[in-house]
């Protein structure tokens, strides 16, 4: 079975603070997709990453990060200098070989407050 | 270009009525999908299809069902709405498998089931 874990429910943090979005992955399988996706106040989804299992590099946009280690089954998102436009809740997801690709199974999601 | 059109934005039912979902895309996409989102859920998988004439079930399918006759449209449909049905209701659609590349979504619709 696939699973995503984000532990943090909620996070907190004060304008051009750095913040970091943890997310734990499960699967068995060998080939795998991991995303981020944003859903701010208004409630749509926003895609903001992917990434497949054979590339470990660290991806950067701007103030946005990744670290993904697969040692750890863990795929990271970081906000560098935080601004009150990141609030919002952020879903890490995961595909696998297992369903086709065709299934993605979302975490629980990180409600992101930055306040001025 | 629209995207990802949903509607209605807001629906409230009677335990036992029934009611249709509409999703629409014009990106020409074969995947399509429906999710629900509940709160400390995140987004569960209820049906998803592969293209015209194909559907297959999710995480949560029970009390909903799809049909897919062309590509753009993709329905969902509560054939006897219960109270466990209230959610936001998300339609989403890829150029890829869906679980391979960007999903796109609508703006949801908030069902309530009294």
């Known amino acids: 079975a696939q699973k995503v874990t984000q532990a943090q429910t909620e996070i907190s943090v004060v304008e051009k603070e750095d913040v970091t979005l943890d997310c734990v992955y499960e699967t068995r399988d060998t080939t795998y997709y991991l995303f981020w996706y944003k859903q701010p106040p208004s409630g749509e989804l926003v895609f903001l990453i992917r990434?497949?299992?054979?590339?470990?590099q660290n991806e950067i946009s701007g103030r946005y990060s990744w670290n993904f280690q697969k040692s750890t089954s863990s795929f990271n998102f970081t906000i560098t200098a935080s601004q009150v436009v990141d609030s919002a809740v952020y879903f890490c997801?995961?595909?696998?070989?297992?369903?086709?690709?065709?299934?993605?199974?979302f975490g629980t999601g990180t409600r992101l407050l930055v306040s001025p | 270009n629209a995207g990802v059109t949903q509607t209605p934005k807001f629906q409230v039912l009677k335990t036992g009525q029934s009611m249709t979902l509409q999703c629409a895309q014009d990106?020409?996409?074969?995947?399509m999908s429906w999710y629900r989102q509940d709160p400390g859920m995140g987004l569960r998988l209820i049906h998803y299809s592969v293209g015209a004439g194909i559907t297959d079930q999710g995480e949560v399918p029970n009390g909903y069902n799809v049909s897919r006759s062309t590509t753009e449209d993709f329905p969902l449909r509560l054939l006897s709405a219960a109270p466990s049905q209230t959610s936001v209701y998300f339609c989403?659609?890829?150029?890829?498998?869906?679980?391979?590349?960007?999903?796109?979504f609508g703006e949801g619709s908030r069902l309530t089931v009294l």
């Open positions: 990434r497949n299992s054979f590339d470990e």
């Open positions: 990106m020409n996409h074969e995947y």
């Open positions: 989403a659609s890829s150029k890829l498998a869906g679980g391979t590349g960007e999903l796109f």
């Open positions: 997801a995961l595909s696998g070989m297992n369903t086709g690709f065709q299934k993605l199974v």
